[in-house]
């Protein structure tokens, strides 16, 4: 019984090149949620989807950042000509609704150089 | 708007001793509390929750408090192990569906 799975754990990429980051759900989990994480500080939540929707986008910027969650694989979490501000780890967790336990994944670490 | 913070950003315990970590919510509108652990280099990993219907619950090892008249949380660790050394957040739900917001964390230090 795999856990959240995310890939990569670790991304490097150039300022203006695009990164993509995916997390695939527990088994039997449809609602997927999108946190990013600072050095030394709290996670911020970005967005919330369940399969093909967009439920919660409030902590998403509005610019060069978009998520999907198709019907089949994995929820992709995009970000677009990356700065070195969007340095950060991101993590997706899962649950079988909103008010159910979250579990998290092991979360990507994005460098942007 | 939303908002959760910690009293404490850091605590040093000995092993064995039990340990009090604190939390601060804003939003009394909140129904759903969540304690994470986080090591260095992973993801949160979840010790125990609480609805607002509650004011304690036990896990193993692990007690939450839940004071909603002055909107306080805390973790309660009983004969605390260095394995317990990492990062605890709280996390809180609340009017928004499904989002959790979090804390800024407290690092939490057990010395053998």
């Known amino acids: 019984n795999a856990g959240v799975m995310q890939n990569p754990r670790h991304l490097v990429r150039r300022r203006g090149q695009e990164a993509r980051l995916r997390c695939s759900p527990m088994k039997g989990h449809s609602h997927v949620y999108w946190y990013r994480q600072l050095p030394e500080e709290g996670l911020k939540f970005m967005v919330y989807l369940q399969k093909e929707n967009i439920i919660d986008e409030s902590g998403m910027p509005k610019e060069r950042f978009s998520a999907e969650f198709p019907k089949e694989g994995p929820s992709i979490l995009r970000i677009q000509q990356v700065v070195r501000g969007d340095s950060a780890a991101y993590f997706c967790?899962?649950?079988?609704?909103?008010?159910?336990?979250?579990?998290f994944g092991q979360g990507t670490r994005l460098t942007v150089v | 708007g939303e908002s959760v913070g910690l009293h404490l950003p850091t605590l040093s315990v000995q092993e064995g001793d039990n340990s009090i970590i604190n939390c601060a919510y804003s939003n009394s509108a909140s129904d759903y509390f969540i304690w994470y652990k986080q090591e260095s280099g992973k993801g949160p990993q979840f010790i125990i929750d609480i609805r607002s219907n509650m004011d304690k619950r036990q896990g193993q090892r692990v007690t939450v408090l839940l004071n909603k008249t002055v909107k306080h949380l805390s973790l309660q660790i009983a004969a605390t192990q260095p394995g317990d050394s990492a990062v605890y957040f709280c996390?809180?739900?609340?009017?928004?569906?499904?989002?959790?917001?979090f804390g800024q964390g407290t690092i939490l230090t057990v010395h053998p």
């Open positions: 967790a899962s649950s079988l609704g909103p008010p159910s336990e979250a579990f």
């Open positions: 996390a809180e739900k609340g009017t928004s569906y499904g989002k959790l917001t």
